[in-house]
Protein backbone atom coordinates (compact mmCIF):
# COMPACT_ATOMS: atom_id res chain seq x y z
CA UNK A 1 0.00 0.00 0.00
CA UNK A 2 1.09 3.36 -1.13
CA UNK A 3 1.51 6.43 1.70
CA UNK A 4 -1.43 8.12 1.56
CA UNK A 5 0.15 11.43 1.76
CA UNK A 6 0.76 10.96 -2.14
CA UNK A 7 -2.94 11.70 -2.48
CA UNK A 8 -1.77 15.62 -1.56
CA UNK A 9 1.28 16.17 -3.48
CA UNK A 10 2.79 18.33 -0.97
CA UNK A 11 2.89 15.34 2.02
CA UNK A 12 4.47 17.29 4.99
CA UNK A 13 1.84 20.22 4.71
CA UNK A 14 -1.32 18.45 3.80
CA UNK A 15 -0.78 14.69 5.49
CA UNK A 16 -4.58 13.22 4.78
CA UNK A 17 -6.43 12.05 7.67
CA UNK A 18 -5.96 8.05 7.94
CA UNK A 19 -9.56 5.78 7.31
CA UNK A 20 -10.22 3.85 10.11
CA UNK A 21 -10.14 0.13 10.04
CA UNK A 22 -11.27 -0.91 13.39
CA UNK A 23 -13.46 0.33 15.90
CA UNK A 24 -11.98 -0.78 18.95
CA UNK A 25 -10.98 -4.21 18.77
CA UNK A 26 -13.61 -4.39 16.47
CA UNK A 27 -12.04 -5.13 12.50
CA UNK A 28 -14.33 -3.67 9.86
CA UNK A 29 -15.26 -5.72 6.69
CA UNK A 30 -14.15 -4.66 3.71
CA UNK A 31 -17.59 -3.88 1.69
CA UNK A 32 -17.75 -1.37 4.80
CA UNK A 33 -14.55 0.44 4.07
CA UNK A 34 -15.03 0.30 -0.17
CA UNK A 35 -17.23 3.52 0.96
CA UNK A 36 -14.17 5.61 2.11
CA UNK A 37 -11.06 4.17 2.83
CA UNK A 38 -8.46 5.51 1.37
CA UNK A 39 -9.76 8.85 0.50
CA UNK A 40 -10.25 12.08 2.55
CA UNK A 41 -12.61 14.37 1.09
CA UNK A 42 -10.90 17.25 3.00
CA UNK A 43 -8.27 17.66 0.33
CA UNK A 44 -10.87 17.46 -2.01
CA UNK A 45 -12.92 20.23 -1.45
CA UNK A 46 -15.10 18.26 0.93
CA UNK A 47 -16.00 16.22 -1.96
CA UNK A 48 -17.88 13.22 -0.73
CA UNK A 49 -16.96 11.18 -3.68
CA UNK A 50 -13.29 11.50 -4.83
CA UNK A 51 -12.84 13.52 -8.20
CA UNK A 52 -11.56 12.04 -11.24
CA UNK A 53 -8.16 13.55 -11.84
CA UNK A 54 -7.37 14.17 -15.54
CA UNK A 55 -4.48 14.94 -15.59
CA UNK A 56 -1.12 13.82 -17.06
CA UNK A 57 1.58 15.21 -14.66
CA UNK A 58 1.33 16.60 -10.76
CA UNK A 59 3.39 19.96 -9.53
CA UNK A 60 5.99 19.21 -7.57
CA UNK A 61 5.92 21.86 -4.47
CA UNK A 62 10.15 22.04 -4.60
CA UNK A 63 13.07 20.70 -6.77
CA UNK A 64 13.82 18.89 -3.93
CA UNK A 65 10.52 17.10 -3.77
CA UNK A 66 10.92 16.12 -7.41
CA UNK A 67 14.14 14.72 -7.37
CA UNK A 68 12.91 13.05 -3.94
CA UNK A 69 9.69 11.26 -5.73
CA UNK A 70 12.02 10.26 -9.06
CA UNK A 71 14.17 8.64 -6.19
CA UNK A 72 11.17 6.50 -5.05
CA UNK A 73 10.13 6.07 -8.82
CA UNK A 74 13.53 4.50 -9.95
CA UNK A 75 13.91 2.75 -7.38
CA UNK A 76 17.23 4.66 -6.15
CA UNK A 77 15.43 4.55 -2.91
CA UNK A 78 13.56 1.66 -1.01
CA UNK A 79 9.76 2.71 -0.73
CA UNK A 80 8.59 3.56 -3.83
CA UNK A 81 7.32 7.27 -4.73
CA UNK A 82 6.51 9.31 -1.56
CA UNK A 83 4.47 12.06 -4.14
CA UNK A 84 2.51 12.00 -7.51
CA UNK A 85 4.85 12.35 -10.47
CA UNK A 86 3.03 11.41 -13.80
CA UNK A 87 -0.18 9.55 -15.04
CA UNK A 88 1.84 6.95 -16.19
CA UNK A 89 3.53 5.82 -13.18
CA UNK A 90 0.12 6.54 -11.04
CA UNK A 91 -2.79 8.99 -9.86
CA UNK A 92 -4.70 9.52 -6.69
CA UNK A 93 -8.19 7.56 -8.11
CA UNK A 94 -5.91 4.42 -9.34
CA UNK A 95 -4.02 4.58 -5.92
CA UNK A 96 -7.29 4.93 -3.86
CA UNK A 97 -8.60 1.65 -5.91
CA UNK A 98 -5.65 0.09 -5.11
CA UNK A 99 -5.39 0.23 -1.66
CA UNK A 100 -9.05 -0.93 -1.66
CA UNK A 101 -8.11 -3.83 -3.75
CA UNK A 102 -5.87 -5.15 -0.86
CA UNK A 103 -8.72 -5.04 1.54
CA UNK A 104 -10.51 -8.10 -0.18
CA UNK A 105 -7.03 -10.48 0.49
CA UNK A 106 -5.87 -8.52 3.34
CA UNK A 107 -2.72 -8.06 1.36
CA UNK A 108 -0.15 -5.44 1.22
CA UNK A 109 -0.43 -4.22 -2.26
CA UNK A 110 -2.20 -4.12 -5.29
CA UNK A 111 -1.81 -2.35 -8.58
CA UNK A 112 -4.23 -1.31 -10.92
CA UNK A 113 -4.59 -2.21 -15.21
CA UNK A 114 -5.56 -1.28 -18.10
CA UNK A 115 -7.12 -4.63 -18.40
CA UNK A 116 -6.78 -8.12 -17.53
CA UNK A 117 -4.59 -9.42 -20.03
CA UNK A 118 -2.32 -6.16 -19.56
CA UNK A 119 -1.81 -7.57 -15.86
CA UNK A 120 -0.93 -10.44 -17.23
CA UNK A 121 2.08 -9.68 -19.64
CA UNK A 122 3.23 -7.50 -17.22
CA UNK A 123 3.82 -9.93 -14.44
CA UNK A 124 5.02 -12.20 -16.98
CA UNK A 125 7.33 -9.54 -18.41
CA UNK A 126 8.77 -8.85 -15.03
CA UNK A 127 9.74 -12.77 -14.13
CA UNK A 128 10.47 -14.34 -17.20
CA UNK A 129 13.45 -14.16 -19.74
CA UNK A 130 15.01 -16.28 -22.21
CA UNK A 131 15.62 -19.77 -21.73
CA UNK A 132 13.05 -19.61 -18.47
CA UNK A 133 10.63 -21.95 -17.92
CA UNK A 134 6.75 -21.38 -16.42
CA UNK A 135 4.99 -24.12 -15.30
CA UNK A 136 0.92 -23.53 -15.46
CA UNK A 137 -2.09 -25.21 -15.02
CA UNK A 138 -4.18 -26.07 -18.03
CA UNK A 139 -6.21 -24.65 -19.44
CA UNK A 140 -5.81 -21.19 -18.78
CA UNK A 141 -7.71 -18.55 -20.75
CA UNK A 142 -7.36 -18.50 -24.50
CA UNK A 143 -5.23 -15.46 -24.75
CA UNK A 144 -3.22 -16.04 -21.61
CA UNK A 145 -1.70 -19.62 -23.47
CA UNK A 146 -1.61 -17.50 -26.17
CA UNK A 147 0.98 -15.34 -24.67
CA UNK A 148 2.85 -17.95 -22.99
CA UNK A 149 3.34 -20.11 -25.39
CA UNK A 150 2.93 -18.06 -28.70
CA UNK A 151 4.37 -14.75 -27.69
CA UNK A 152 6.88 -15.58 -24.81
CA UNK A 153 7.61 -18.18 -27.04
CA UNK A 154 8.96 -15.91 -29.35
CA UNK A 155 11.37 -14.66 -27.14
CA UNK A 156 12.77 -18.26 -25.87
CA UNK A 157 10.48 -18.76 -23.27
CA UNK A 158 9.83 -22.37 -22.71
CA UNK A 159 6.35 -23.51 -20.84
CA UNK A 160 4.64 -26.91 -19.43
CA UNK A 161 1.90 -27.48 -17.84
CA UNK A 162 -0.24 -29.89 -15.29
CA UNK A 163 -4.34 -30.63 -15.53
CA UNK A 164 -6.13 -28.69 -13.21
CA UNK A 165 -7.51 -31.30 -11.43
CA UNK A 166 -3.83 -32.54 -10.64
CA UNK A 167 -2.25 -34.76 -7.54
CA UNK A 168 0.22 -33.54 -5.73
CA UNK A 169 2.19 -36.26 -7.25
CA UNK A 170 1.48 -35.20 -10.46
CA UNK A 171 2.08 -31.28 -9.55
CA UNK A 172 5.59 -32.36 -7.98
CA UNK A 173 6.47 -34.35 -11.60
CA UNK A 174 5.40 -31.28 -13.24
CA UNK A 175 7.82 -29.12 -11.78
CA UNK A 176 10.61 -31.57 -11.64
CA UNK A 177 9.98 -32.13 -15.59
CA UNK A 178 9.86 -27.55 -15.51
CA UNK A 179 13.41 -27.90 -13.78
CA UNK A 180 15.38 -30.28 -16.27
CA UNK A 181 14.55 -27.73 -19.09
CA UNK A 182 15.73 -24.48 -17.22
CA UNK A 183 14.96 -22.00 -14.36
CA UNK A 184 11.72 -22.24 -13.35
CA UNK A 185 11.09 -18.49 -13.35
CA UNK A 186 6.98 -19.22 -12.31
CA UNK A 187 4.46 -21.17 -11.34
CA UNK A 188 1.15 -19.86 -13.20
CA UNK A 189 -2.31 -21.03 -12.16
CA UNK A 190 -6.03 -20.44 -12.97
CA UNK A 191 -8.85 -21.85 -10.78
CA UNK A 192 -11.59 -22.59 -11.77
CA UNK A 193 -10.75 -23.29 -15.16
CA UNK A 194 -12.36 -22.24 -17.71
CA UNK A 195 -14.78 -23.80 -19.14
CA UNK A 196 -14.16 -27.11 -16.91
CA UNK A 197 -14.53 -25.97 -13.89
CA UNK A 198 -11.83 -28.01 -12.31
CA UNK A 199 -10.19 -26.40 -9.22
CA UNK A 200 -6.49 -26.38 -8.59
CA UNK A 201 -4.89 -27.01 -5.35
CA UNK A 202 -3.24 -24.04 -4.20
CA UNK A 203 -1.86 -25.74 -1.03
CA UNK A 204 -0.49 -29.23 -3.14
CA UNK A 205 1.22 -26.26 -5.26
CA UNK A 206 2.34 -23.90 -2.67
CA UNK A 207 3.95 -27.35 -0.78
CA UNK A 208 5.26 -28.84 -4.01
CA UNK A 209 6.95 -25.14 -5.03
CA UNK A 210 8.66 -25.14 -1.00
CA UNK A 211 9.93 -28.91 -1.27
CA UNK A 212 11.40 -28.57 -4.77
CA UNK A 213 13.02 -24.65 -3.80
CA UNK A 214 14.04 -25.15 -0.09
CA UNK A 215 16.35 -22.19 -0.75
CA UNK A 216 14.91 -18.38 -1.14
CA UNK A 217 14.76 -18.35 -4.73
CA UNK A 218 11.73 -19.51 -5.51
CA UNK A 219 9.47 -18.88 -8.10
CA UNK A 220 6.23 -16.97 -7.28
CA UNK A 221 3.15 -18.35 -7.35
CA UNK A 222 0.40 -16.01 -9.11
CA UNK A 223 -2.80 -17.37 -10.16
CA UNK A 224 -5.83 -16.10 -12.44
CA UNK A 225 -8.88 -15.65 -9.24
CA UNK A 226 -11.24 -13.54 -11.37
CA UNK A 227 -13.83 -16.55 -11.37
CA UNK A 228 -14.32 -16.36 -7.96
CA UNK A 229 -12.75 -13.52 -6.14
CA UNK A 230 -12.54 -12.01 -4.72
CA UNK A 231 -15.52 -12.72 -2.61
CA UNK A 232 -14.97 -16.75 -2.98
CA UNK A 233 -11.73 -17.87 -2.95
CA UNK A 234 -8.75 -16.01 -1.20
CA UNK A 235 -5.48 -18.16 -2.70
CA UNK A 236 -3.51 -15.46 -0.95
CA UNK A 237 -4.26 -17.73 2.29
CA UNK A 238 -3.29 -21.10 0.60
CA UNK A 239 0.31 -20.16 -0.11
CA UNK A 240 -0.03 -17.96 -3.69
CA UNK A 241 2.02 -14.74 -3.66
CA UNK A 242 0.21 -13.43 -6.22
CA UNK A 243 -3.47 -12.82 -7.53
CA UNK A 244 -4.24 -11.94 -11.06
CA UNK A 245 -7.72 -10.24 -11.69
CA UNK A 246 -9.56 -9.46 -14.81
CA UNK A 247 -11.28 -6.51 -12.86
CA UNK A 248 -13.69 -6.64 -15.98
CA UNK A 249 -15.73 -9.19 -14.55
CA UNK A 250 -16.86 -9.35 -10.81
CA UNK A 251 -14.72 -6.62 -9.39
CA UNK A 252 -16.27 -4.14 -12.15
CA UNK A 253 -19.43 -6.02 -12.77
CA UNK A 254 -21.67 -3.96 -15.12
CA UNK A 255 -19.97 -4.52 -18.10
CA UNK A 256 -19.07 -1.02 -18.80
CA UNK A 257 -15.63 -1.05 -18.80
CA UNK A 258 -11.89 -3.10 -18.65
CA UNK A 259 -9.12 -3.60 -16.54
CA UNK A 260 -7.15 -5.52 -14.71
CA UNK A 261 -5.39 -6.03 -11.16
CA UNK A 262 -2.56 -7.97 -9.11
CA UNK A 263 -2.80 -8.09 -5.56
CA UNK A 264 -0.49 -9.75 -3.27
CA UNK A 265 3.42 -8.89 -1.03
CA UNK A 266 5.19 -5.50 -1.34
CA UNK A 267 8.32 -8.12 -2.43
CA UNK A 268 6.58 -9.55 -5.68
CA UNK A 269 4.51 -6.59 -6.45
CA UNK A 270 7.43 -3.81 -6.14
CA UNK A 271 9.26 -5.40 -9.47
CA UNK A 272 5.96 -5.38 -11.09
CA UNK A 273 5.29 -1.72 -10.68
CA UNK A 274 8.74 -0.75 -11.57
CA UNK A 275 7.97 -2.90 -15.04
CA UNK A 276 4.81 -0.83 -15.08
CA UNK A 277 6.26 2.16 -14.99
CA UNK A 278 8.36 1.47 -17.65
CA UNK A 279 5.51 0.02 -20.21
CA UNK A 280 2.54 1.91 -19.09
CA UNK A 281 0.46 -0.48 -18.59
CA UNK A 282 -1.72 0.95 -15.66
CA UNK A 283 -5.69 1.94 -15.84
CA UNK A 284 -6.55 5.17 -16.92
CA UNK A 285 -8.15 7.41 -14.07
CA UNK A 286 -12.19 7.07 -15.21
CA UNK A 287 -11.90 3.59 -15.37
CA UNK A 288 -10.24 3.66 -11.68
CA UNK A 289 -13.35 6.01 -10.65
CA UNK A 290 -15.67 3.81 -12.06
CA UNK A 291 -14.31 0.27 -10.49
CA UNK A 292 -14.20 2.78 -7.24
CA UNK A 293 -18.32 2.58 -7.49
CA UNK A 294 -18.50 -0.78 -8.23
CA UNK A 295 -16.29 -2.09 -5.55
CA UNK A 296 -18.96 -0.30 -3.57
CA UNK A 297 -21.51 -2.92 -4.31
CA UNK A 298 -18.98 -6.04 -5.09
CA UNK A 299 -20.38 -8.00 -1.91
CA UNK A 300 -23.78 -7.27 -2.57
CA UNK A 301 -23.66 -8.28 -6.40
CA UNK A 302 -21.40 -11.33 -5.84
CA UNK A 303 -23.77 -12.85 -3.02
CA UNK A 304 -27.24 -12.15 -4.98
CA UNK A 305 -25.50 -13.47 -8.89
CA UNK A 306 -24.28 -17.09 -6.43
CA UNK A 307 -27.76 -16.65 -4.55
CA UNK A 308 -29.52 -16.74 -7.84
CA UNK A 309 -26.88 -19.29 -9.63
CA UNK A 310 -27.67 -21.80 -6.47
CA UNK A 311 -31.42 -21.46 -7.60
CA UNK A 312 -31.62 -21.34 -11.50
CA UNK A 313 -28.71 -24.42 -11.27
CA UNK A 314 -31.40 -26.84 -8.86
CA UNK A 315 -33.85 -25.72 -11.61
CA UNK A 316 -31.86 -27.07 -14.46
CA UNK A 317 -30.18 -29.79 -13.28
CA UNK A 318 -33.59 -31.79 -12.91
CA UNK A 319 -34.47 -30.72 -16.37
CA UNK A 320 -35.54 -33.48 -18.77
CA UNK A 321 -33.31 -31.75 -21.47
CA UNK A 322 -30.43 -31.37 -20.14
CA UNK A 323 -27.62 -33.59 -19.68
CA UNK A 324 -25.54 -31.90 -16.87
CA UNK A 325 -24.86 -29.05 -14.96
CA UNK A 326 -20.77 -28.41 -14.27
CA UNK A 327 -21.56 -26.43 -11.29
CA UNK A 328 -19.34 -25.89 -8.48
CA UNK A 329 -21.92 -26.31 -5.83
CA UNK A 330 -22.66 -30.07 -7.53
CA UNK A 331 -19.46 -31.56 -6.37
CA UNK A 332 -19.78 -35.07 -5.83
CA UNK A 333 -19.39 -35.57 -2.08
CA UNK A 334 -16.07 -37.38 -1.17
CA UNK A 335 -14.59 -36.66 -4.39
CA UNK A 336 -10.84 -34.48 -4.56
CA UNK A 337 -12.45 -31.62 -6.20
CA UNK A 338 -14.83 -31.52 -2.99
CA UNK A 339 -11.74 -31.58 -1.11
CA UNK A 340 -10.21 -28.73 -2.62
CA UNK A 341 -13.63 -26.47 -2.80
CA UNK A 342 -13.97 -26.89 0.68
CA UNK A 343 -10.31 -26.42 1.41
CA UNK A 344 -10.49 -23.44 -0.47
CA UNK A 345 -13.68 -21.95 -1.75
CA UNK A 346 -16.61 -20.05 0.50
CA UNK A 347 -19.09 -19.90 -2.53
CA UNK A 348 -19.58 -21.68 -6.03
CA UNK A 349 -19.74 -18.57 -8.00
CA UNK A 350 -22.05 -17.36 -10.87
CA UNK A 351 -20.73 -18.89 -13.78
CA UNK A 352 -21.25 -22.16 -14.59
CA UNK A 353 -21.71 -24.82 -17.94
CA UNK A 354 -24.68 -26.50 -19.12
CA UNK A 355 -24.38 -29.28 -21.52
CA UNK A 356 -28.13 -29.75 -23.06
CA UNK A 357 -28.74 -33.44 -24.96
CA UNK A 358 -28.19 -33.30 -28.32
CA UNK A 359 -24.95 -30.78 -30.38
CA UNK A 360 -24.79 -27.20 -31.76
CA UNK A 361 -28.33 -27.38 -32.91
CA UNK A 362 -29.96 -27.40 -29.70
CA UNK A 363 -27.23 -25.04 -27.90
CA UNK A 364 -27.93 -22.40 -30.66
CA UNK A 365 -31.60 -22.93 -30.26
CA UNK A 366 -31.52 -22.80 -26.75
CA UNK A 367 -29.32 -19.61 -26.98
CA UNK A 368 -31.53 -17.90 -29.92
CA UNK A 369 -34.77 -18.45 -27.55
CA UNK A 370 -33.91 -16.53 -24.65
CA UNK A 371 -35.42 -13.38 -23.41
CA UNK A 372 -33.58 -12.28 -20.55
CA UNK A 373 -29.97 -13.75 -20.78
CA UNK A 374 -28.12 -11.71 -23.42
CA UNK A 375 -25.92 -13.85 -26.04
CA UNK A 376 -22.43 -12.57 -25.36
CA UNK A 377 -18.98 -14.03 -23.95
CA UNK A 378 -18.03 -12.19 -20.83
CA UNK A 379 -18.99 -12.99 -17.26
CA UNK A 380 -19.69 -11.10 -13.93
CA UNK A 381 -21.77 -8.98 -15.03
CA UNK A 382 -25.26 -7.65 -13.06
CA UNK A 383 -27.31 -8.89 -16.31
CA UNK A 384 -27.23 -12.46 -17.35
CA UNK A 385 -25.12 -13.64 -20.09
CA UNK A 386 -24.90 -17.27 -22.14
CA UNK A 387 -23.08 -18.41 -24.87
CA UNK A 388 -21.60 -21.29 -26.85
CA UNK A 389 -17.63 -21.65 -25.93
CA UNK A 390 -17.22 -24.52 -28.65
CA UNK A 391 -18.69 -21.56 -31.68
CA UNK A 392 -17.06 -18.39 -29.90
CA UNK A 393 -14.28 -18.10 -27.53
CA UNK A 394 -12.78 -21.56 -28.71
CA UNK A 395 -13.72 -21.83 -31.79
CA UNK A 396 -10.00 -22.19 -32.53
CA UNK A 397 -8.80 -24.48 -29.85
CA UNK A 398 -7.89 -27.99 -31.88
CA UNK A 399 -10.91 -30.38 -32.13
CA UNK A 400 -8.80 -33.11 -29.83
CA UNK A 401 -8.19 -30.43 -27.37
CA UNK A 402 -11.77 -29.47 -27.23
CA UNK A 403 -12.59 -33.10 -26.62
CA UNK A 404 -9.91 -33.61 -23.81
CA UNK A 405 -11.39 -29.88 -21.88
CA UNK A 406 -15.09 -30.83 -22.49
CA UNK A 407 -15.61 -28.43 -24.66
CA UNK A 408 -18.08 -30.36 -26.99
CA UNK A 409 -21.00 -28.47 -29.26
CA UNK A 410 -23.77 -28.88 -26.46
CA UNK A 411 -21.88 -26.83 -24.08
CA UNK A 412 -23.40 -23.31 -23.05
CA UNK A 413 -21.77 -21.80 -20.97
CA UNK A 414 -23.72 -19.33 -18.52
CA UNK A 415 -23.00 -16.27 -16.09
CA UNK A 416 -25.63 -15.29 -13.51
CA UNK A 417 -26.50 -11.82 -12.85
CA UNK A 418 -28.12 -10.08 -9.96
CA UNK A 419 -32.20 -10.41 -12.06
CA UNK A 420 -34.95 -11.60 -10.01
CA UNK A 421 -33.93 -15.66 -9.60
CA UNK A 422 -37.44 -16.82 -10.76
CA UNK A 423 -37.32 -14.42 -13.70
CA UNK A 424 -34.51 -15.70 -14.81
CA UNK A 425 -35.65 -19.76 -14.50
CA UNK A 426 -38.36 -18.53 -16.68
CA UNK A 427 -36.24 -17.53 -19.16
CA UNK A 428 -34.71 -21.26 -19.21
CA UNK A 429 -37.80 -22.99 -18.84
CA UNK A 430 -38.85 -20.84 -21.86
CA UNK A 431 -36.15 -21.70 -23.80
CA UNK A 432 -35.73 -25.39 -23.22
CA UNK A 433 -38.91 -25.67 -24.53
CA UNK A 434 -37.68 -24.39 -27.53
CA UNK A 435 -34.78 -26.83 -27.76
C1 LIG B 1 -11.54 -12.10 -19.09
C2 LIG B 1 -10.47 -12.87 -18.48
C3 LIG B 1 -9.12 -12.50 -18.61
C4 LIG B 1 -8.68 -11.33 -19.47
O1 LIG B 1 -9.13 -10.13 -18.95
P1 LIG B 1 -9.38 -8.81 -19.83
O2 LIG B 1 -9.84 -7.83 -18.81
O3 LIG B 1 -10.40 -9.16 -20.87
O4 LIG B 1 -8.07 -8.45 -20.45
C5 LIG B 1 -8.17 -13.26 -17.96
N1 LIG B 1 -8.50 -14.34 -17.23
C6 LIG B 1 -9.78 -14.73 -17.08
C7 LIG B 1 -10.08 -15.93 -16.26
C8 LIG B 1 -10.80 -14.02 -17.70
O5 LIG B 1 -12.07 -14.43 -17.56
Redesign the pocket.
Known amino acids: MTDESEMSGAPSKRAPKPSPTTIGNHKLAPETLMMGYGFDPSLSEGSLKPPIFLTSTFVFQTAADGKRFFEGITGKRPGGAEGLVYSRFNGPNQEILEDRLTLWEDAEEALAFS????A?ATLLMTYVQPGDVVVHSGPL?A??ETLIAKILGKFGVKWLDFPSGATRNEIDAAIARGKEQGRVALIYL?SPA?PTNQLVDVEAVAAARDAAFPGDQRPPIAI?N??LGPLWAKPLDQGADITVY????YAGGHSDL???GLVGSKKYLDPIRMMRNTIGTICDPNTAWMLLRSLETLELRMSRAGENAAKVCEFLRGHEKVEQVGYLGFLEEGSRQADIYRRHCTGAGSTFSLYLKGGEREAFAFLDSLKIAHLAV??GGTETLASAPAAMTHLSVPDERKQALGITDNLVRISIGVENPDDLIADFENALRAV
Open positions: SGMSIYATENDTFSLTKVAGSL
